[in-house]
C-alpha cells in the first residue's frame, strides 16, 4: 500500500514567487493535516482539512498561506510571495477520519528553500 | 493551548543499553499521545502510540508509559542498536471529536545516537 506522498520533495524559489506543495494522502483517507518544521525544531501544526472543509486553520499564517484538499486531486498547500522566513521542510499527514481516527502517518515532506 | 515539553535534548548510548525519554503536556483533555521516530532528511514514522484509557503499551523492545495524573509520559527502549538512531518527537492530541480533533502538539524532539 503507498503511504503518503508528497511533491515535489525540494523546491527552490526566490523571494516573491508562489510555492505550491502537493500532498496525496494514503489511499482511503479523508483526513489531512499539514506542519510546518524549521530547521532543528520540532513540528508545528498549520492546518487540518478534510475533503471539500477546512476544519481547522489556527496554525496557518492570515497571509499569503492558503490550503484546500478538493474532492478529487491531491491536498495543496499554497504559499504566495514567499519569504526568506518561510524556507523550512511542509509536512502532510493523513488519518482515516473512522477506524484509528487520531493516528496520523505522515509523508517524506517537501522542503522549501527560498532565496 | 497544548504545550508539551521533551528531555534530554541529546541523548548518547552504548549499543545494548536502554534509552529513556520523557515528556509532560499542559492539556488536561490530550487523551492520544504518540512517538515519532525521523531520520535525516526523511517524515516522522510512528513508532508506538497510547491513548487515555491505559497506562503502559509495549511493541518489542519499545514500551510507553503514560501518567495522566501527573501529566506525563515516557518513551523506553531497551537493547538499542545503532539503527535505533534518530531523532525522536513525542507529541499530544484531544483525539477524536471537538475543534481541536486531530491536532498534534509536537516536543522539541530528542537526537538519540547508539554507539557500536
Known amino acids: 500500500n503507498a503511504g503518503v506522498m508528497q511533491n515535489p520533495r525540494h523546491l527552490v524559489r526566490r523571494r516573491g514567487q508562489e510555492a505550491r506543495l502537493r500532498c496525496s494522502p494514503v489511499?482511503?483517507?479523508?483526513?489531512v493535516y499539514w506542519y510546518r518544521q524549521l530547521p532543528e525544531e520540532g513540528l508545528k501544526f498549520m492546518v487540518y482539512?478534510?475533503?471539500?472543509?477546512?476544519?481547522?486553520e489556527s496554525g496557518m499564517p492570515k497571509e499569503r498561506f492558503s490550503a484546500e484538499f478538493p474532492k478529487e486531486g491531491p491536498s495543496i498547500l499554497r504559499i504566495q510571495q514567499v519569504v526568506r522566513g518561510d524556507s523550512a521542510a511542509y509536512f502532510c499527514?493523513?488519518?482515516?477520519?473512522?477506524?484509528?481516527?487520531?493516528?496520523?502517518?505522515f509523508g517524506p515532506g517537501t522542503r522549501l528553500l527560498v532565496l | 493551548g497544548e504545550n508539551v515539553e521533551q528531555h534530554p535534548s541529546t541523548l548518547s548510548v552504548q549499543e545494548g543499553d536502554s534509552a529513556v525519554i520523557k515528556c509532560t503536556y499542559s492539556?488536561?483533555?490530550?487523551?492520544?499521545f504518540p512517538w515519532y521516530k525521523q531520520e535525516l532528511g526523511k517524515g516522522p514514522q510512528l513508532i508506538i502510540d497510547?491513548?487515555?484509557?491505559?497506562g503502559e503499551k509495549k511493541d518489542q523492545r519499545i514500551a510507553v508509559t503514560l501518567n495522566k495524573t501527573a501529566k506525563h509520559f515516557s518513551l523506553h527502549i531497551t537493547e538499542t542498536q545503532p539503527e535505533d538512531s534518530a531523532v525522536y518527537f513525542c507529541?499530544?492530541?484531544?483525539?477524536?471529536?471537538?475543534?481541536?480533533?486531530?491536532?498534534?502538539?509536537f516536543g522539541q524532539g530528542t537526537i538519540l545516537t547508539v554507539h557500536p
Open positions: 499527514a493523513s488519518s482515516h477520519g473512522a477506524v484509528s481516527a487520531e493516528t496520523q502517518y
Open positions: 489511499k482511503g483517507h479523508s483526513h
Open positions: 482539512l478534510q475533503k471539500e472543509n477546512i476544519i481547522d
Open positions: 492539556d488536561s483533555a490530550s487523551n492520544y
Open positions: 497510547i491513548r487515555s484509557n491505559v
Open positions: 507529541a499530544a492530541s484531544r483525539g477524536a471529536g471537538g475543534t481541536s480533533y486531530g491536532k498534534l502538539t
